[in-house]
Each structure stands twice: as C-alpha cells, then as structure tokens.
Nanobody, 127 residues
Framework: QVQLVESGGGLVQAGGSLRLSCTAS????????MAWFRQAPGNAREFVAA????????YYAESVRGRFTISRDNAKNTVYLKMNSPKAEDTAVYSC????????????????????WGQGTQVTVSS
C-alpha cells in the first residue's frame, strides 16, 4: 500500500509560478512511476505529466509542455510539478498517482494504469 499526499496548491496569478509536491509513504517509493493528473469542474480527469523510475523519462500533455516540469527526489520520496506561466485554464484539482511496471509511451497517460492516488490539491489561476 502506498499513501500519497499532495501539497503546494493555492491561488496563483497567471504568468506566475507554483510548485506542487507529492510525498509517498508506506511501501517503498522505489520502482514506482509517478504522474500528475488534474480535474476541472465538469471535466474528466486528464493527464498532465509523468516521470519514470528512477527519473530518466518524462512525459507531458501538449497543453502544458514547455511550461510545466515534473521531477522527483527519490531520497525524499517526493515528486514535484513546477508550474511556470500558468493560465486560467490550468485551474483544477491536481492529483498525483503512482504505478508499478515500466512507464512507456503506451501507458503514461492512462488513468487505469496507475495503482494509487492522492486526494488532490486545488490550484486556482487568476487572470
């Protein structure tokens, strides 16, 4: 069992920056791929970014590529999402997720591939 707890959400101005954190506890963080998803009101949960174990590969949704950066600190059991130049349309509840197995181009965006989910943290971008 893995527990994931997100933090760092809040209100940010468009064009500013924000860093989200997700800390894992329980079973070892090692060997888990990690990802961020988001869900805006009335919308389905959508993929944002993913990072493999131990961190050699990253994947991004087209809507955030070049603005957001996913990274991980394995010594701290933590994955981060740095949000640069956020836009109003980035407003959503952001959740982290972890999955076993090998992350690759055929699975990184699939919600059903991930085994564990955090509760989420609200990010509101003001324009």
């Amino acid at each position: 069992q893995v527990q994931l707890v997100e933090s760092g959400g809040g209100l940010v101005q468009a064009g500013g920056s924000l860093r989200l954190s997700c800390t894992a506890s329980g079973r070892t963080f090692s060997s888990y791929a990690m990802a961020w998803f988001r869900q805006a009101p009335g919308n389905a949960r959508e993929f944002v970014a993913a990072i493999s174990w131990p961190g050699g590969s990253t994947y991004y949704a087209e809507s955030v590529r070049g603005r957001f950066t996913i990274s991980r600190d394995n010594a701290k059991n933590t994955v981060y999402l740095k949000m640069n130049s956020p836009k109003a349309e980035d407003t959503a509840v952001y959740s982290c997720a972890s999955g076993t197995g090998t992350l690759h181009s055929g699975n990184y965006y699939r919600r059903d591939w991930y085994n564990y989910w955090g509760q989420g943290t609200q990010v509101t971008v003001s324009s």
